[in-house]
């Protein structure tokens, strides 16, 4: 158990930021798994425009610290590849 004042405040702290960050993640996979389910419909279309929409949502993970570049990269680079494969 912390003792003293200033880690008192950092758990304080770090529960806050696990709360807000936990969202960031949750919303960057509702834009992905937006973009999976329209692949798996077979709608270019719905699938090039939730691609769209997932793309700065994954670069703001990125930004804020949610997640590594080369995650964002990869699971851009996947998605795209997918969509471009849809005839």
Known sequence: MANTPQ???RIRRNDRRAEVNG??????RTFVKKVELA???????A????????QPEI???VAKGVMHKN?????F???TKRVAALA
């Open 7 to 9: 880690a008192k405040k």
């Open 23 to 28: 969202a960031r993640v949750g919303r960057i």
């Open 39 to 45: 692949l798996v419909a077979g709608d270019k279309g």
């Open 47 to 54: 699938a090039a425009a939730a691609l769209a929409a997932a």
């Open 59 to 61: 670069a703001r993970g």
């Open 71 to 75: 995650t964002a990269s990869r699971k």
């Open 77 to 79: 680079a996947r998605l």
